[in-house]
């Protein structure tokens, strides 16, 4: 009985680690991305930022006149000090007409979901 019950708590010890790591976000795809933006204050961009991301602060009031230039092919990630901010940062977009602008949440969130390392 003690047998069965160790290959059992075994089994579901396996199972939990496969679910969680399962679980894990991985690395999204730089393949066809136009931009990386920054929607934070340039002293926050200056502290530290997402190795080629553009930093576009989004409580500057010109960030509509600035994001206008940039290709509406291919993905577009954004991120910034909150997923609110960003929020606002990607319905600009989408009401300019660029089709696939993704909202990567804070900083820290873009950093576990692209493959791309930071300025030190």
Known sequence: MKK????LAALIAVVLLTSVSACAP?????????AI???RSAEEFETSHIIGAVNID????????????????GA???YGKSE????LAVQ??????YPNVVN??????AQNVLPLGVTP
């Open 84 to 87: 609110e901010q960003v929020g």
């Open 37 to 39: 933006i920054d929607v």
């Open 4 to 7: 069965l019950q160790a290959s």
């Open 26 to 34: 991985g690395k999204l795809s730089m393949d066809n991305v136009t």
């Open 104 to 109: 990567l949440g804070s900083f820290e969130d």
């Open 92 to 97: 600009y977009m989408r009401d300019l007409g």
């Open 76 to 78: 577009i990630y954004l």
């Open 58 to 73: 989004i409580e500057l009031g010109d960030f509509i006149i600035t994001v206008v230039s940039i290709k509406k092919e």
